[in-house]
Each structure stands twice: as structure tokens, then as C-alpha cells.
């Protein structure tokens, strides 16, 4: 029997990258998988993949910055697979390097909206939804930016630095009632975020430089942990930030 058979998994930001990796795997393991994001085309393209994985898809187009959007992703799955087990909190922006002193202030209410808020009410929808099926898990993506200061990130690196503190706050306060909350922090991953610059080989070696294996992650190594954490091999483990870096964070 697969680890998710008869699960039900909604991904958000599922539509490119690392929430894609993770709802396919999810689907490979057995679960039906919800995918949400802004862009329809790729939504749809990642429920293909989900069937062809030998799963059952649903995307759902919302953007995380409306809170009525949220809560019709989390209120579609549920119709639609009777159920919510697993949260993966995915979608995020990441602006341009810039000094705090040169970002606008448009920039900061952007970044906040979807990494802080966006996260925020992710969970707000998600857990009831999650304790009415008796139980489960989430995990919300931070970054290694969330445990480490970087110039030029400043409001990137506040944005993760909250998304960690809300997933401790959360954690402690459903660890009783069966929903474990955890954050993955990855290091660079090959994702169409930073595409552009791992093209050039001054930009593929800046990115390589920074992590003490000297290359950048696989979007599958983060599924991976992603998987883990929502697994009955992590049942013990709530409120945890776990670094996918290549020991950026050392």
C-alpha cells in the first residue's frame, strides 16, 4: 500500500517548481492532490501529471493575497475529495535584490501579502478543514533567507523569518488536537524563480558558491522532505524548521 493511499493533499503554488515536484509526489504515493496557483494554463498542466503519476487532480485558480480565494481552494477540495490530510503552503514572491532603503513601499505590501499573509490564511482554512478529517499535517515553505540575513533581501528575509514564527505559533497550538505544522527551508533550488541567472555561468557559479556542496537543490529533494514531515515517520515532529540547503545555513 502506498504511504498516502486514500489521502487527500492540497498544494499551493503547485503550478511550477517545488509545489509541483511535491504534488506529483504526493500523487505517486497514492493521494489525491488539489494544486492552487494564479496561472490556469500551468494549473492545469500540473493536474495532468498528477493523473499520469496515477493520482486524482483538482486545480484551483486563486491568489493568495484575496482571502475569499483561499478559502474557495480549501472549500473546492474538500467537495471535491470529501476531505483535507496534507497542506503544502508553497506560493511566495521574491523581489529583485535592492537595499531596504531603495524598495518601495508597493514592494514591501506585495512580498508580505502573499509570503506572510498568504501563509496565514492558508492555515486559517486549512486546519479546520484538516481536523474535520481527523487529522493531519502542514508544512509552510520559509527559505534558508529565514534563518540567515542576506544583503539586499531585507523584506524577502523578514517575509520568511515571520512565515518560521508562524509555524511555531500554529504548531503549539494544534500539536494536541493531530495537526502537526512544520516549515521547510531550502537552499537555491533549480526553479523558474532563478532560471534567468543560473542560464549564465557567472550566475550558475555565484549560486553553486554559496552552498558548501557547490551546486544547487533538485526541486524532487525538497518534495522529498516535504513528504517526510507529512508522514506518519514524522509524528513526532511538530513546529520544526527543516534546512534542504547544501549546508548553505552551516
Known amino acids: 500500500m502506498k504511504t498516502f493511499s486514500d489521502k487527500v493533499a492540497l498544494v499551493i503554488g503547485g503550478t511550477s517548481g517545488i509545489g509541483r515536484a ?12 488539489a494544486v492552487v496557483g494564479r496561472r490556469e494554463a500551468e494549473g492545469k498542466e500540473s493536474v495532468t501529471l498528477i493523473e499520469q503519476a496515477g493520482g486524482k487532480g483538482l486545480f484551483v485558480q486563486a491568489d493568495l493575497s484575496v482571502e475569499e480565494q483561499v478559502a474557495l481552494s480549501v ?7 470529501g476531505g483535507l490530510h496534507f497542506a503544502f503552503n508553497n506560493a511566495g514572491v521574491f523581489l529583485p535584490s535592492a537595499s531596504i532603503t531603495e524598495t518601495s513601499a508597493d514592494d514591501i505590501d506585495r512580498t508580505l501579502a502573499v509570503n506572510v ?3 496565514a490564511l492558508c492555515m486559517k482554512y486549512e486546519i479546520p478543514a484538516i481536523l474535520k478529517s481527523g487529522g493531519g499535517s502542514i508544512v509552510n515553505t520559509a527559505s534558508f533567507l529565514g534563518l540567515r540575513a542576506f544583503p539586499g533581501s531585507a523584506i524577502y528575509n523578514a517575509s520568511k523569518f515571520a512565515v518560521i514564527g508562524l509555524t511555531k505559533s500554529a504548531a503549539v497550538e494544534f500539536a494536541s488536537q493531530g495537526v502537526r505544522i512544520n516549515a521547510v527551508c531550502p537552499g537555491v533550488i533549480d526553479t ?6 543560473r542560464a549564465e555561468e557567472s ?46 545555513t552551516i
Open 22 to 33: 511535491t504534488a506529483l509526489a504526493f500523487a505517486q504515493e497514492g493521494a489525491n492532490v
Open 75 to 81: 472549500t473546492r477540495t474538500v467537495e471535491v475529495f
Open 117 to 119: 499573509r498568504g501563509t
Open 192 to 197: 523558474p524563480m532563478n532560471e534567468a541567472m
Open 203 to 248: 550566475g550558475r557559479n555565484f549560486l553553486n558558491d554559496l552552498q558548501p556542496m557547490k551546486r544547487t537543490g533538485r526541486p524532487e529533494e525538497i518534495a522529498k522532505a516535504i513528504l517526510y514531515l507529512c508522514s506518519s515517520g514524522a509524528g513526532f515532529i511538530t513546529g520544526t524548521t527543516l534546512s534542504v540547503d547544501g549546508g548553505i
